[in-house]
């Protein structure tokens, strides 16, 4: 087991005494004549709030081990206080057991081996209350700190009565679970947008359904964590299923032009609007509630410390009105709507039909948005348009440009593991007005022609950048962002993949706003329940400071850019940057299946074919596993001649591969038109974090006193095996120019490419080798013709540029 | 979708308005001349309990679709209902999607094809009250009835405080959810045991969990759903594997004897037990409460609806005192002392110091126990004591006979999926008392000789059934059973093999209980998500009645045997018991290969070899699924002279194969000692249900307002497989008159042995063939010696005989 918190504020011993005042941990009055041991017994007495009398307490207190042979209660007697024991019994008090998680008589070695703060003397009052201090901010066994571990067991409840003016209650920087989740407010308001993107004439009222403290109604303003779900009223997985495209269809030649960016810039429609609906009342009284929400864990452990969640699934969903139309400018509408009534700066009502007004009177004014995927997207989009009262916006394996998630450079690319997905497909899975049969009903026969317009506009048939994609590309506005951003993204995210927060990452650098990037190794997934990173404790310092303006430094506090290491389960490493500082370029060049430092004497053409036999076909697309391993093998297989292979030399050294790698290839096609993909392979056999993050224990997160629940999870090692794909690449050889322009293409004549694959933060293992695999048809993404077409590569003209640091 | 509904009660419409009025879906004087649109809309409108507003739900009520082309506000001012319009809107309020889920136009026919109950004629008020009440009991998309899923949205909150008298409020025989789960009382107390298993000179207190709902303060007495769990309180999972038997050794010749089963005949200890503690004051208020038990959902379900909970651990485990012993009296004596004191006949104190008496003031008197595998284990033990206040068990996977579980005929036999597991281990496992560092000192060195006493007694050496067994073996006490039993169980349960629900279920035939028998297609799991089945009402229909004493003729409405198909998914059948009526002995003979239904005039002997290469070894040994499959395979494989293969000819009809297969081999090993295991297999390609159920929807059940939740899921078909195995068997040649007694074995000789094989309820479709496979050494089960070991049959002796029946 190894920890890693970054969410930890530094704070003189004043500070520490008045918060652990402030939490009821110390009542009595502290001077440097204070007994050590008496102090730490009341600290340990402290830590049951399950026992509701002396005699209960003493029980469970004597439970603790203090040495290899003595219960705390016995070795108190000795009245003295040494860092063996205190970690002794902080490490029980943090879930371990003894003896099988640590030896009882080397507690001090066990918190170095976890990677867990110590002091290694306790030799006074100020010693005692700093260890006391540091041991309440600590992670356990179960991946919480201790503090919210005794939060778990009721400690807070004594507290849930505070006077308003002493909520948020703080300590070391975070915002307590004082907010009794019993009573947390659940109401649904509808905010008018200003859209008519169902021409009714009318403008769309979006559905929000909030969950706030109730603290709230005796006077506290709270801020707002918004998770703008377009997935949160349901979805039509059997309608969006049916409409998947068919990939398996050849690559078209596409007819040569000489488009400019400014040929196909979007320039924003300028619709009438109808009229605002009129006010008829106002009212601070919500009249729908709802009992379940589709809720994002993180959010549950924030509604118990204070802050209020609202869900928002936008237009064109179930309960709202309009239509969605994927990734649009009109959805950044939507979006912020939301934010702009927290911020009271637009309307809403308590219903569809009576105009009257409810306002966020309730709201301090502040919004962060949270959530994954589309959720992280819209953050990222509502971000871009610079609206006042977002504070700011955690992202978490976000969109930033549209076409990054359905095309790349003129080819049509499947967001990984879903081929035949697009643009339209998303908009009709997530058109859940459809499921409330009497309102899809009025908005059906609109809503048939939206669809067919954006699958016009995504253009599966050249995959060229367009206006359809310029208008859902939000790096174009990330000028206006004025938000400090939070960016979580996933270095195997083939879903989303890597380029969109790289991107989006790089165009925020010079902006004046904070931004904070963490790598993890997972795919698509949501990172606070792993138990090495104190992800949750992270946000919580965050947001306290972005939302409650609380002075606690989370800007210096959380790493720049942290990154989980690829090799070591539960590493953690800060960086400044992702890949500017202490990063060296080094240009790869190739040899017959060698990629080699220095530009070898003589090189000649290699060919592959792309083109397979029926039953190969037939096997491999169908199981994607099975391909990718096969292609990427380094031993002759039955995909060997498909691809080129070419590999570095053993590494002498650990290296960091960083940021994106460039490729320079002159390749020439027999056909008169073609496509090249890559991959950037680990090639050396070893054990590798598992795919997908192994459950550790069910629902042993709590996200508050008789709260929701989480499974704590972590990357595990597992079995061997010989590679390990890094990085992937697309181009259509008719996109050499630029993304929305076609250059021609003539059979058998050699072309110049050059792109950027996708970027990564991958430590390379010494002794490993670092593979390029050069292929056309990649069974995942790119559309599957099976076309009798050979590529041939001129080595001498072709280059990888790479940027690495040492490990 | 397919729904299948066990726990609906029929009533008359006088019942049915009474309690319509009762949960408040009937205010209005209902009379002949009452307006049957207006009386279908008011029942409606009431479905919608998070509108808050007029407005509000008209809106959310104008969102159902009646017909293809009107929403219900439209159709109802036509005045007239029909059935497919109340259908269509019924289907909606139950979840289902206009268009995905079923046409609009042909409601009724979606309603019979998903197995629902519906009304053709809704002509008159009685007709149009008895579709509702019907359609409040009627499973939904989510797998719960609309009634549960209008809980969820908070439809029963104005009932919460209703006056006690009128609590436990009913609908159509069960109990709802009008208990406050925000306000559960959580509390612990000790229970004093007659049992002094640490020998520390003090009788063992017990520690139980408690949740009961508030109204119990207010004077209302509950019963109690009691679940004993091993488990509860924590494992030693490190500490358990570590002392994983090896399973690498070869078979052990035994010793012939001439023992009788009076000679092993387990007697019961008179030890001398320590005195009571002294009663030193009284008190109705806990000392100690708890942030989160570790839960089962069914009892979540229960918690909701009047019932409280208790969960208990027993002897040895964390906060109780005494020690681990599997299975064993003391085990049995712990299970049942929490019941005694729920029942008012024994003393519990609020710590384990000051013997401040607390009874279970709150209780009715009437218990329940719940719970899979070791805890069905142990209320099957505590069933069989005849125990006051224990009124039924709802016993899930449960061990009937511990010999059972870890042993077979003379054999060592892993649970399946766990070789080397065996009592001690699991003892050490459940022994957490361990987890408390302090705890463990006092009580490490007596335990350990109580684990050295478990090994000796299980004795891997032989195999044997002996008095260690004997001890616990609930069989035997079957005849004091006085309580009703509701058994479940996998017929695919390799883990607590089928064998132990079977025996109980026979021994119970005698006794005047009321028995109901579930059989599902699982392995060991539980099965109240199931969408395909009303479990929970089923037994809340159950519970109420024996616990509430309501009288709602759960006896009657139950099916006696309820069985899974495991051909047709979602399909479940009632039957009027295991293996006895309808039921036909059919005898197979054997010949090279085949199974014939008359005996062939001649056959000969067949050998093979037990032993494999070093390299086969090593790979089956760690792949239990490759091993199977090989082994099974019915075509040339390196492991297809590791085994005999017989099969019938394909199948005329359809047939179910009922209960326990019957063997008879004639059989010669070539060494002086030999095991031999078969399996029993479906041969037919097809496709079939999965190995575990499927989740459909992530925490969409829920189990009651604000309250827990659960996955729901479901078996569903998977891709083509060759074959499935049905049953197994294994008996060690050396025990051929019983599984305490040792027979002498020469090698070279042929000797008859016979055994059944573990019981199944499997549905053999036409066209394929039943096979058995005999082999020896089964990786997943016995020791595993690969000894050079060779088999010979004399199949003219051979003889499987089967109980069938007409599918």
Same mark, same amino acid.
């Given at each position: 087991?190894?920890?890693?918190?970054?969410?930890?504020?530094?704070?003189?011993?004043?500070?520490?005494?008045?918060?652990?005042?402030?939490?009821?941990?110390?009542?009595?009055?502290?001077?440097?004549?204070?007994?050590?041991?008496?102090?730490?017994?009341?600290?340990?007495?402290?830590?049951?709030?399950?026992?509701?009398?002396?005699?209960?307490?003493?029980?469970?207190?004597?439970?603790?081990?203090?040495?290899?042979?003595?219960?705390?209660?016995?070795? =108190?007697?000795?009245?003295?206080?040494?860092?063996?024991?205190?970690?002794?019994?902080?490490?029980?008090?943090?879930?371990?057991?003894?003896?099988?998680?640590?030896?009882?008589?080397?507690?001090?070695?066990?918190?170095?081996?976890?990677?867990?703060?110590?002091?290694?003397?306790?030799?006074?009052?100020?010693?005692?209350?700093?260890?006391?201090?540091?041991?309440?901010?600590?992670?356990?066994?179960?991946?919480?700190?201790?503090?919210?571990?005794?939060?778990?067991? &009721?400690?807070?409840?004594?507290?849930?009565?505070?006077?308003?003016?002493?909520?948020?209650?703080?300590?070391?920087?975070?915002?307590?679970?004082?907010?009794?989740?019993?009573? /947390? #407010?659940?109401?649904?308001?509808? #905010?008018?947008?200003?859209?008519?993107?169902?021409?009714?004439?009318?403008?769309?009222?979006?559905?929000?359904?909030?969950?706030?403290?109730?603290?709230?109604?005796?006077?506290?303003?709270?801020?707002?964590?918004?998770?703008?779900? +377009?997935?949160?009223?349901?979805?039509?997985?059997?309608?969006?299923?049916?409409?998947?495209?068919?990939?398996?269809?050849?690559?078209?030649?596409?007819?040569?032009?000489?488009?400019?960016?400014?040929? =196909?810039?979007?320039?924003?429609?300028?619709?009438?609007?109808?009229?605002?609906?009129?006010?008829?009342?106002?009212?601070?009284?919500?009249?729908?509630?709802?009992?379940?929400?589709?809720?994002?864990?993180?959010?549950?452990?924030?509604?118990?410390?204070?802050?209020?969640?609202?869900?928002?699934?936008?237009?064109?969903?179930?309960?709202?009105?309009?239509?969605?139309?994927? &990734?649009? +400018?009109?959805?950044?509408?939507?979006?912020?709507?939301?934010?702009?009534?927290?911020?009271?700066?637009?309307?809403?009502?308590?219903?569809?039909?009576?105009?009257?007004?409810?306002?966020?009177?309730?709201?301090?004014?502040?919004?962060?948005?949270?959530?994954?995927?589309?959720?992280?997207?819209?953050?990222?989009?509502?971000?871009?348009?610079?609206?006042?009262?977002?504070?700011?916006?955690?992202?978490?394996?976000? #969109?930033?440009?549209?076409?990054?998630?359905?095309?790349?450079?003129?080819?049509?690319?499947?967001? &990984?593991?879903? +081929?035949?997905?697009?643009?339209?497909?998303?908009?009709?899975?997530?058109?859940?007005?459809?499921?409330?049969?009497?309102?899809?009903?009025?908005?059906?026969?609109?809503?048939?022609?939206?669809?067919?317009?954006?699958?016009?506009?995504?253009?599966?048939?050249?995959?060229?950048?367009?206006?359809?994609?310029?208008?859902?590309?939000?790096?174009?506005?990330?000028?206006?962002?004025?938000?400090?951003?939070?960016?979580?993204?996933?270095?195997?995210?083939?879903?989303?993949? +890597?380029?969109?927060?790289?991107?989006?990452?790089?165009?925020?650098?010079?902006?004046?706003?904070?931004?904070?990037?963490?790598?993890?190794?997972?795919?698509?997934?949501? =990172?606070?329940?792993?138990?090495?990173?104190?992800?949750?404790?992270?946000?919580?310092?965050?947001?306290?400071?972005?939302?409650?303006?609380?002075?606690?430094?989370?800007?210096?506090?959380?790493?720049?850019?942290?990154?989980?290491?690829?090799?070591?389960?539960?590493?953690?490493?800060?960086?400044?940057?992702?890949?500017?500082?202490?990063?060296?370029?080094?240009?790869?060049?190739?040899?017959?299946?060698?990629?080699?430092?220095?530009?070898?004497?003589?090189?000649?053409?290699?060919?592959?074919?792309?083109?397979?036999?029926?039953?190969?076909?037939?096997?491999?697309?169908?199981?994607?596993?099975?391909?990718?391993?096969?292609?990427?093998?380094?031993?002759?297989?039955?995909?060997?001649?498909?691809?080129?292979?070419?590999?570095?030399?053993?590494?002498?050294?650990?290296?960091?591969?960083?940021?994106?790698?460039?490729?320079?290839?002159?390749?020439?096609?027999?056909?008169?038109?073609?496509?090249?993909?890559?991959?950037?392979?680990?090639?050396?056999?070893?054990?590798?974090?598992?795919?997908?993050?192994?459950?550790?224990?069910?629902?042993?997160?709590?996200?508050?006193?008789?709260?929701?629940?989480?499974?704590?999870?972590?990357?595990?090692?597992?079995?061997?095996?010989?590679?390990?794909?890094?990085?992937?690449?697309?181009?259509?050889?008719?996109?050499?120019?630029?993304?929305?322009?076609?250059?021609?293409?003539?059979?058998?004549?050699?072309?110049?490419?050059?792109?950027?694959?996708?970027?990564?933060?991958?430590?390379?293992?010494?002794?490993?080798?670092?593979?390029?695999?050069?292929?056309?048809?990649?069974?995942?993404?790119?559309?599957?013709?099976?076309?009798?077409?050979?590529?041939?590569?001129?080595?001498?003209?072709?280059? /990888?540029?790479?940027?690495?640091?040492?490990?």
């Amino acid at each position: 087991m190894k920890f890693n918190q970054y969410s930890r504020m530094i704070v003189p011993y004043r500070t520490q005494v008045s918060e652990l005042q402030g939490i009821g941990f110390l009542d009595q009055l502290v001077t440097p004549q204070t007994s050590l041991n008496d102090l730490w017994l009341s600290f340990i007495y402290k830590s049951f709030p399950q026992a509701q009398s002396q005699s209960t307490l003493k029980e469970m207190v004597s439970n603790l081990l203090a040495t290899p042979t003595q219960n705390v209660l016995e070795y =108190i007697d000795q009245k003295t206080v040494d860092a063996a024991p205190f970690y002794t019994v902080g490490l029980q008090l943090l879930g371990f057991t003894c003896g099988d998680d640590f030896k009882v008589d080397q507690p001090l070695q066990t918190m170095k081996d976890f990677n867990l703060l110590y002091h290694e003397k306790l030799n006074n009052i100020e010693e005692l209350v700093g260890a006391w201090y540091d041991l309440l901010n600590t992670r356990g066994k179960n991946g919480q700190i201790l503090l919210d571990a005794l939060a778990a067991q &009721g400690y807070f409840l004594p507290l849930y009565d505070l006077p308003i003016a002493q909520k948020p209650l703080l300590f070391n920087g975070k915002s307590q679970p004082v907010f009794a989740t019993d009573d /947390l #407010i659940r109401e649904v308001v509808y #905010i008018e947008s200003s859209l008519d993107t169902d021409h009714d004439g009318k403008r769309d009222l979006l559905k929000a359904e909030i969950l706030r403290p109730s603290d709230a109604n005796n006077g506290l303003k709270v801020p707002a964590v918004y998770t703008a779900s +377009p997935y949160n009223q349901g979805t039509n997985d059997e309608a969006g299923d049916k409409m998947m495209h068919n990939v398996d269809q050849p690559l078209t030649r596409k007819e040569p032009n000489e488009l400019q960016y400014e040929d =196909i810039k979007y320039q924003q429609d300028t619709e009438e609007l109808p009229p605002e609906r009129p006010v008829k009342g106002t009212t601070q009284q919500a009249e729908e509630t709802f009992g379940r929400e589709f809720s994002y864990t993180l959010n549950d452990y924030l509604a118990a410390r204070g802050f209020a969640i609202v869900y928002a699934a936008g237009i064109g969903t179930r309960g709202s009105q309009g239509v969605r139309n994927c &990734g649009s +400018p009109a959805e950044t509408a939507s979006t912020i709507a939301i934010i702009e009534w927290l911020a009271g700066n637009r309307r809403a009502f308590t219903n569809k039909t009576d105009n009257i007004e409810i306002k966020a009177w309730w709201c301090n004014g502040s919004v962060a948005m949270t959530g994954r995927s589309y959720l992280g997207t819209l953050a990222t989009a509502a971000a871009t348009t610079g609206v006042t009262g977002l504070k700011t916006i955690i992202s978490e394996a976000a #969109i930033s440009s549209w076409y990054d998630y359905y095309r790349d450079n003129g080819l049509v690319i499947a967001p &990984g593991g879903f +081929p035949g997905e697009d643009a339209d497909v998303l908009a009709e899975e997530c058109f859940s007005r459809q499921l409330d049969g009497a309102d899809h009903l009025k908005v059906k026969p609109f809503f048939g022609q939206q669809l067919a317009q954006i699958t016009r506009g995504q253009d599966r048939t050249t995959g060229d950048y367009n206006t359809f994609w310029d208008a859902r590309n939000y790096l174009k506005d990330v000028a206006n962002v004025k938000c400090d951003v939070l960016m979580v993204h996933g270095v195997n995210d083939w879903n989303v993949k +890597p380029r969109n927060v790289y991107n989006f990452y790089r165009a925020l650098a010079k902006l004046p706003v904070t931004k904070k990037l963490i790598l993890h190794q997972g795919q698509h997934i949501y =990172i606070n329940a792993f138990r090495s990173l104190d992800y949750s404790e992270m946000i919580n310092l965050w947001l306290t400071n972005k939302l409650y303006d609380v002075a606690n430094n989370a800007d210096q506090i959380l790493p720049a850019v942290l990154v989980q290491d690829n090799v070591q389960p539960e590493t953690w490493t800060a960086y400044p940057d992702w890949d500017k500082t202490e990063v060296k370029q080094q240009n790869l060049y190739f040899d017959q299946e060698k990629l080699t430092e220095n530009q070898p004497a003589k090189t000649a053409t290699v060919s592959f074919s792309d083109h397979l036999s029926d039953e190969q076909f037939a096997k491999y697309r169908q199981n994607f596993e099975n391909w990718r391993n096969t292609i990427l093998a380094d031993h002759a297989s039955d995909l060997s001649d498909k691809r080129l292979l070419f590999k570095t030399q053993p590494l002498a050294n650990d290296e960091l591969l960083r940021g994106a790698a460039h490729l320079k290839l002159k390749v020439a096609s027999n056909q008169d038109h073609g496509m090249l993909s890559v991959m950037l392979v680990d090639y050396g056999t070893a054990k590798r974090l598992g795919v997908s993050p192994t459950v550790l224990a069910r629902k042993s997160i709590s996200e508050g006193y008789h709260w929701r629940e989480d499974d704590l999870n972590e990357f595990q090692l597992t079995k061997k095996t010989p590679f390990k794909m890094v990085s992937k690449g697309h181009i259509n050889l008719q996109n050499r120019t630029a993304n929305y322009k076609t250059d021609d293409l003539q059979a058998d004549e050699f072309y110049d490419i050059e792109f950027d694959l996708q970027p990564t933060f991958y430590h390379l293992p010494q002794g490993h080798q670092l593979g390029l695999v050069v292929y056309s048809t990649d069974m995942e993404m790119t559309v599957r013709g099976n076309e009798k077409i050979n590529y041939t590569l001129d080595l001498s003209e072709c280059q /990888l540029t790479l940027k690495t640091s040492k490990y």
